[in-house]
């Protein structure tokens, strides 16, 4: 695979500070039961690294010390954790908020069956990848017959109350555009989303979030490899908003990589650029002990342009 991390080093871009942390963003590991082209984070059936039971204590520690509010876990499928329900549980009952960053086919893999149930009785909040909602568009990004398992996995969401008004079971769904362009307005294409999956499956959600592709991991390569990395650069720095600095995910969130390392964000956790001391050390979830690492800069590099281009880029969607 191609590494853009020497190409996007190369760009400069504005310098920013830590806030207070709210919300704690941890990669259960790379393992997944999908390789999807977009994935920043190059998951797929074959990867091992998985969060070992100690640093999920640790996680839990932070939680508690820092009094986290929301608990964001991803992957790979973080569901394929075997620690994974120690830790939502574990995290609810301490009060903390936790967000499954589901790709919704894990629901119908053997051995989930009473996923959905576990995570309706726990209260957690489902964001489900569907990056489109017709079955040629998912399937040439994700793998044949991820639309359908897809289809199949928000109807038993939506049994149980998922995305249901008045339920209180919270259902979003996420769009990555399906090749080197910046996603079309959140709140029109969420309103496509609604009516196409209403009419032609009878599905309900809550929001849709859009989020930009990033240029690193798997999507960089590709765009290298076919000669577009700088015309997509160029479209990202074309885009530049300044006013999305004050909101990117950033600012309030920290990632941890799942041996326990520190990220300002996840993507710089696969861009290998970690949060950094004073003294240039790389940070460990151990020190969000001592302190949230409010006012620290946060290290930046040509990605960062991902987040801030056009109506902007986080974890939960468009920034403005």
């Known amino acids: ?18 806030q207070a942390l709210d919300i ?29 039971e100690a640093t999920i204590n ?22 394929m954790n075997p620690h994974f329900r120690y830790l939502v549980s574990e995290a609810r009952k301490l009060g903390c908020e936790v967000i499954d960053r589901c790709n919704i086919t894990i629901l119908c893999e053997p051995g989930y069956e009473d996923l959905a149930q576990f995570l309706a009785d726990e209260q957690v909040t489902v964001v489900a990848s569907l990056p489109c909602y017709t079955q040629e568009n998912v399937d040439a990004q994700r793998g044949k017959g991820v639309f359908d398992n897809s289809i199949k996995g928000l109807h038993i969401l939506n049994e149980l109350g998922f995305g249901k008004a008045g339920s209180g079971l919270t ?56 000669g577009q990395f700088n015309d997509y650069m160029q479209l990202l720095i074309d885009n530049y908003q ?26 710089n956790q696969m861009l290998d650029m970690p949060t950094a001391n004073s003294q240039h050390e790389a940070r460990h979830i151990e020190d969000l002990l001592k302190s949230d690492l409010a006012g620290n800069d946060i290290a930046v590099a040509g990605h960062c342009f991902g987040c801030t281009a056009g109506a902007g880029s986080s974890c939960g969607g468009a920034l403005s």
């Not at 079309?184 to 969420?190: A, D, E, N, R």
């Open 1 to 18: 695979m191609l590494d853009t991390k020497p190409l996007l080093i190369a760009r400069e871009f504005p310098a920013i500070k830590r």
């Open 24 to 52: 704690l963003q941890v990669n259960l590991g790379y393992l997944c039961n999908l390789s999807c082209t977009h994935c920043h984070v190059n998951a797929g059936p074959r990867r091992t690294e998985l969060m070992d």
């Open 58 to 79: 640790l996680v839990l520690d932070v939680i508690k010390t820092r009094s986290v509010k929301t608990l964001d876990l991803t992957g790979g499928a973080p569901e």
């Open 171 to 226: 259902l979003d769904l996420v769009y990555n555009p399906g090749g080197p362009f910046l996603p079309p307005s959140q709140v029109g294409l969420q309103n496509d989303y609604k009516q196409r999956l209403m009419d032609d499956w009878g599905i309900e959600f809550n929001q849709l979030y859009t989020i930009t592709n990033m240029p690193i991991s798997r999507f960089g390569s590709m765009l290298v490899s076919k």
């Open 242 to 267: 300044a006013h999305n600095l004050d909101t990117v995910m950033c600012r309030n969130t920290v990632s941890v990589d799942y041996q326990g390392n520190l990220y300002d964000c996840d993507f």
